[in-house]
């Protein structure tokens, strides 16, 4: 018998014959203010038992809800209207409440996303897993409370015992998701839904979760249902991928399959775009000594003429003190500790690191936006700290930021023209007319019609809103741009248009960027050189290419296994 | 490399392009209206059948306090307007809502009333608004120990009861009162919670990237706060000016009921009411028009705030 | 948790020293000669009135008349009222009336509010919500004086369910519905800030994680959506006992009460001005205690608050 490989090379477990799940022509729709919206539309989904297969798509593809109306959970005015659902063989399409509740919890399972808010924060976390034993008949009283703690332990959750007896708000996100994933194999359920379980947490914390969730899950023989917008991290953690877009499945199959040969646009377009797997070939092609056309940033391989540096950060420090419980009894906590780095003109400096390591408070320092507690910034051989009220103000214009959240960084009350237009008011350059031509300008360079000065943020949409904050960055013609995570909160499709909107603004305007952010992979592709810091600390400073190469610090080289889809194998064209 | 074996319904399938046909990725629909956050409001608002009762209301009773001699040719304020001997008559031709026990017809001191418990709502919530807003705004931006020192002011007129101290005010200054009187005293300690609602607000909204990208293009700190933040801050003013609104017209009513609101030569309902209270047993209904119009008044803003609330909330926004 | 408590203490001081102050001034710095008002037409004896001004040390500068007073307060010794009883005796006497009606009003906002305005949030959008909604809109609308002027007269007198008066006869049964009135406006507030509440946590991520579980619908929402929603709405009943003492004074004159209320009401008309500041600052004393309770429960309610 072939023995059948995973996208990792590894062999597969052969399993039961019959389907556990079998969902067919999914139909499920919500009702709004404006009628009924489709949100999926004839959806297909096959998983047997002790299998993990995984949903991918973008935000509004469907691949929560199908998820969701597995369980019959589907939020607000959301219903099935069609198709059908069967679970061990059983139609459970449209189960009466009663049957429902007990089909969750001891058939089937959930992991939600954000461990915050999926816990509630009034009850202890170990009566929040006990009362998944209760409510599945599986213990009781302190016959269940040694079995809290026994999954806790099993959950990965250190000291188990103690832990049971706080709350989630003195958990990290990394020992919430662990605690909701207790929960969610207490009575041992045949299929375990993770709906993008670790997307909230740092990578590192994310790989050390996900592989000890595999390995439980291979051990208990549990299904799983893994959803999640990450293409590496699905063909990673799944053997079988299933491709959703706006509601309907585009593409399914063998995760090997679909990674080397996909047959539908959508998934072809992903497969191009997701940082994951773009950074695992540009380092396949660096391996083999090909140039990859995926390489947005100017590779260190040619001579270039000495560039200045246009930021350069000696000893940065910046310690908080924080209030404590008791009067004048004040904690310190140092966010950046001894940082230094240099930015050439014309090139892109990433800092990377986790959430704590200070990253966006050495953003909002460069940016002058806080003051440090010890060390200099030197923007273009001037050091901030020497500048008078008018010569900062006139500093301001050649540094600009983009921040995180789209949905937070334009003003909803100003329309979109006022938004671009503001910086040059505020700056008093030109006049009216000169100033609207300005904005038509800079809306044409972020590649959005004119027509859309009129129209107010709440009409856009995130890669839309961060393209406006982009012309807003642009309005005064800085020199450099801190980018702040500016990618991070977007679908993959859009993050990689706006990364080669980026690259291309910067070839085009000489423009320098400071890009902040905690996603490895996209520095891949876009930046020259690399400062990975780790709380407070800069731990590594070196080019992509030899952070990529040759990481010199353990803490680094976690990260870049952390990468999802870091073990996949070679794609790329040339599957023989 | 081999070809790995599938199981059934797992096989490699991929739609057919022209049953799933892909959009531009995050392309701008150009043919929409565009629509501001008041006008997405104003939408949202025009559906509502509770709003247009209630601008209706508004509308007809801010009518009567502004123009009363359009409603009743009967001058109620007139020396000769009460005739003694039609004491607390019913209902008859010209007089649709009888006589009170002094002989006044009831229908046009119901109507001239309307002007001065109207008069004490408005201006009331027009104090309130610019004392509070500026308070609750400086405490909230500026934060440090203005915003500690406003904050325990705030604490020491709501540790008074809003009422009491109305009552205690108002009753010493007995020779002084009046409408302007009593919109001060009404004033004075209504602003703390509109101070209060700001601070949260300007709270709420200070951290927000788009004032530190203001921050950032070199805007000074007050006119972001006057640019930016103010204007952001303004639905939930307006959602709660609008109750207030109406609960100062119950305060002030409360007050005339008292006899130390509004004075006896002021025609006010809360003072009818009171004056007809003593004849409840024998004739009630002297006491149930004015009560029956001042509930309609009040009401018609309270609903009005409410429906505006809603349609001012987020979550029914978010797109 | 214990700093939590000291510190909210020491913070109400500077609130007590500067609302009795406020009481003081808006009682005696107001224009006008007390002493003179109180005999009205009659006129007074010079002695008399000389006498009066010396005890009551009308006098001396506002400051030290603030400091007579506040040093009386605290050895409580409230003085005499200006026809000679002792007013902490008069307080002996009103205050378990009012006590025990504003605590009927409460119970009643709060099971009755709770009540409705959990179905309601359960059923958002549904006719009983929408109902609940309109009708707590009137209830706010009305001014408590009119609905107790047509309580009275209906229920009491063409009815003759419920005595339309107390008087001297203080018992449930006569203060049930003066306790209704009373509570009226802040039932209504009740029921929405709970209905907002349940509504809001309905959809709430944790709720859904624990339907996930396999709870059954009545143990999510008693356990999980209650709970939560209840927090808002007991800080405000614990706030609102203060705010019902003081709101006394109307219901107490209608019902004829012989309580805090009544008493207030008759010492301002006469300007009794020592009466009405004591009874004021023990209003007042009553309503910051309250709060402080309302803090501390919240933060047993809550856990996240303990460690702030």
Redesign the interface.
């Known amino acids: 018998m072939t023995t059948n490989l995973d996208a990792t090379g590894a062999p597969i477990q052969q399993h039961g014959t019959e389907p556990l799940l079998k969902v067919r022509d999914l139909q499920v729709s919500f009702t709004t203010s404006t009628g009924q919206v489709q949100a999926v539309r004839g959806a297909d989904l096959t998983i047997y038992p002790g299998q993990t297969v995984a949903i991918v798509g973008e935000s509004g593809s469907g691949k929560s809800t199908t998820a969701h109306a597995v ?1 019959d ?1 589907l ?2 005015t959301g219903k099935v209207t069609g198709g059908t659902i069967e679970f061990g063989g059983r139609d459970i399409t449209h189960l009466s ?2 049957e429902m ?6 058939q089937i ?2 992991v ?1 996303q ?1 461990p915050m ?7 202890k976390i170990g009566y929040q897993v006990k ?2 034993l209760k ?2 008949g599986i213990a009781t009283g302190s016959e269940a409370d040694k079995r809290v703690t026994e999954l806790l332990a099993e959950a990965g959750l250190p000291d188990a015992e103690r832990r049971a007896n706080q ?1 989630p ?1 003195e958990f990290s996100g990394g020992m919430r998701q662990r605690a ?1 994933i207790a ?2 194999l ?2 041992r359920p045949d299929l375990l839904i993770a709906d993008e379980p670790t997307s909230a947490l740092d990578v590192t914390v994310q790989r050390v979760i996900l592989d000890h969730l595999q390995s439980l899950t291979e051990e208990l023989g549990t299904a799983v249902l893994f959803i999640t917008h990450d293409l590496g991290l699905a063909a990673e953690r799944a053997e079988h991928l299933v491709v959703m877009y706006k509601g309907q499945v585009v593409e399914s199959g063998p995760a090997r399959k679909i990674l080397s040969a996909p047959q539908h646009p959508y998934t072809q377009r992903l497969v191009a775009s997701a940082p994951s797997l773009a950074s695992r070939r540009i380092q396949s092609a660096k391996e083999r000594g090909i140039e990859s056309d995926e390489l947005l940033a100017s590779t260190g391989g040619t001579a270039k003429p000495k560039a200045d540096d246009v930021v350069r950060v000696e000893n940065l420090t910046k310690v908080f003190q924080i209030r404590g ?3 004048g009894k004040h904690t310190e906590f140092t966010a950046v500790d001894d940082v230094s780095f240099a930015v050439k003109r014309g090139t892109t400096m990433a800092v990377v690191g986790e959430s704590g390591s200070g990253k966006s408070t050495v953003a909002n320092m460069v940016l002058n936006l806080l003051e440090p507690t010890q060390g200099k910034i030197f923007f273009d051989g001037t050091d901030l700290s020497t500048l008078g009220k008018d010569e900062l103000f006139a500093f301001r214009r050649r540094v600009q930021p983009i921040f995180q959240n789209p949905y937070g960084s334009l003003d909803p009350m100003y329309s979109i023209y006022r938004t671009i237009e503001e910086p040059l008011r505020v700056h008093k350059v030109g006049d009216k007319k000169s100033r609207e031509a300005r904005v038509r300008e800079l809306l044409d360079m972020v590649a959005l019609p004119a027509s859309t000065m009129r129209r107010f943020p709440n009409e856009l949409s995130g890669g839309q809103r961060q393209r406006i904050a982009i012309a807003r960055a642009l309005a005064l013609k800085p020199e450099m741009i801190v980018c702040d995570e500016a990618v991070s909160a977007l679908d993959v499709l859009v993050q990689a248009q706006i990364l080669e909107l980026l690259n291309d603004l910067q070839a085009e305007l000489g423009l320098s960027y400071l890009f902040i952010t905690h996603d490895l992979a996209v520095v891949r592709q876009i930046a020259d050189e690399v400062c990975v810091m780790e709380s407070g600390r800069l731990v590594e400073r070196a080019t992509t290419d030899e952070v990529f190469d040759d990481p010199k610090q353990q803490y680094t080289r976690e990260l870049l296994d952390a990468i999802p889809g870091s073990k996949l194998e070679v794609f790329g064209g040339d599957a023989a | 490399m081999r070809e790995p074996t599938t199981r059934p319904d797992q096989h490699h399938f991929f739609a057919d392009l022209d049953e799933t046909p892909l959009l531009g990725v995050d392309a701008i629909d150009e043919h929409a209206a565009p629509a501001s956050m008041w006008q997405d409001a104003w939408r949202n608002l025009r559906r509502r059948p509770l709003f247009w009762i209630s601008a209706v209301l508004i509308v007809v009773v801010l009518a009567v306090a502004i123009a009363p001699s359009l409603f009743t040719s009967i001058d109620p304020n007139a020396k000769t307007a009460c005739d003694l001997s039609h004491s607390l008559e019913g209902p008859s031709a010209g007089h649709p809502m009888g006589y009170t026990f002094q002989g006044c017809d009831v229908y046009s001191r119901v109507v001239y009333g309307a002007r001065p418990s109207v008069a004490v709502g408005v201006l009331t919530t027009i104090i309130v608004v610019l004392i509070g807003v500026a308070v609750g705004a400086f405490a909230g931006f500026f934060g440090g120990w203005f915003d500690s020192l406003l904050s ?2 705030t ?3 709501f ?3 809003f ?3 109305a ?3 108002m ?5 002084h009162r009046g409408v302007i009187t009593v919109v001060i005293v009404l004033g004075v300690f209504g602003w703390p919670q509109v101070a209060r609602i700001t601070r949260g607000a300007v709270l709420g909204l200070k951290n927000s990237d788009f004032v530190t990208a203001s921050t950032a293009l070199g805007t000074s700190r007050l006119a972001t706060l006057r640019r930016h933040i103010l204007p952001n801050a303004a639905a939930p003013i307006i959602v709660y000016a609008t109750v207030a609104l ?2 100062f017209i ?1 305060a002030e ?2 007050l005339s ?4 609101g509004l004075p006896d030569s002021v025609i006010s309902w ?1 003072g009818d ?1 009171s004056t007809a ?1 003593r004849n ?2 024998t004739d ?1 209904m002297v ?1 149930f028009w004015p ?1 029956a119009a ?3 008044t ?2 018609s803003f ?2 009005m705030g ?1 429906v505006v609330r809603d349609a001012l909330d987020p979550k029914a926004r978010k797109r | 948790m214990a ?2 408590i000291g ?1 909210r203490l020491l ?1 109400m001081i ?3 020293i ?2 009795t102050l ?2 003081y001034a ?2 005696f710095l ?1 224009p ?1 000669d007390p002493i003179l ?1 109180l005999a009205g037409d009659k006129g007074m004896s010079d002695a008399l009135h000389d006498q009066l001004v010396a005890q009551y040390h009308l006098d001396q500068p506002f400051l030290v008349q603030y400091l007579h007073y506040l040093q009386g307060i605290l050895t409580l010794d409230f003085g005499t009222t200006y026809s000679g009883r002792d007013v902490g005796d008069v307080m002996r006497e009103i205050f378990p009336v009012t006590i025990q009606l504003a605590v009927m009003a409460l119970i009643f906002e709060g099971v009755f509010g709770i009540g409705f305005g959990l179905i309601a949030g359960l059923r958002k959008g549904k006719i009983f919500d929408s109902t609940m ?1 309109v009708a707590s ?2 209830v ?7 609905l107790g ?2 309580l ?2 209906v229920v009491g ?1 063409k009815w003759g369910l419920l005595p339309p008066t107390v008087g001297s006869d203080v018992s449930v049964r006569t203060l049930l519905m003066p306790a209704i009135v009373l509570g009226s406006v802040s039932f209504a507030y009740v029921l929405r800030l709970t209905r907002t509440s349940v509504s809001e946590n309905l ?4 709720v ?10 009545r ?1 999510v929402v008693s ?2 959506v209650l ?2 929603s209840l ?1 808002p709405v007991i800080t405000f009943l614990g706030a609102d006992l ?2 019902l003492m ?2 006394a ?2 219901t107490e ?1 209608i019902f004829n009460i012989n309580g805090v209320g009544g008493t ?2 008759h010492a ?2 006469t ?1 009794q001005g020592p009466t ?1 500041v004591s009874i ?1 600052t023990i ?2 004393i009553v ?2 205690f309250a ?1 402080l309770a309302v803090d501390l429960l919240y933060a047993v ?4 608050i303990r ?2």
């Not at chain 1, 808010?117 to 009850?123: G, T």
């Not at chain 2, 009753?171 to 020779?175: D, G, I, P």
């Not at chain 3, 706010?140 to 009119?146: G, L, S, Y």
């Open positions: 369980i959970l939020p607000g409440a009663k509740v007990e089909i969750r919890g001891a399972g959930l939600p954000d808010s999926n816990l509630n924060p009034v009850w009362e998944a409510a599945n709350y708000h909701l929960i969610g207490a009575a419980s008791r009067p | 325990r002011v604490d020491i007129f540790a008074i009861p009422v009491l101290a009552i205690v005010v009753s010493s200054l007995k020779s109406g609960t119950v009513a409360t009921f008292l006899g130390i809360g009411i209270q409840i047993r009630p006491l009560a001042l509930a309609i009040v009401l309270i609903m409410d | 700093w939590y510190r913070q500077p609130v007590f500067g609302a406020l009481i808006m009682v107001v006008g008002a909604l809109l009137i706010i609308a009305i001014p408590t004086f009119v002027f047509v009275q007269f007198v959809s709430a991520d944790y859904r994680t624990a339907t996930a579980k396999g709870l059954g619908r143990r356990v999980h709970r939560n927090i203060g705010a003081s709101g004074i109307i004159g207030l009401y301002i008309l300007s009405v004021t209003l007042v309503y910051i709060n309610l809550d856990p996240r460690y702030a």
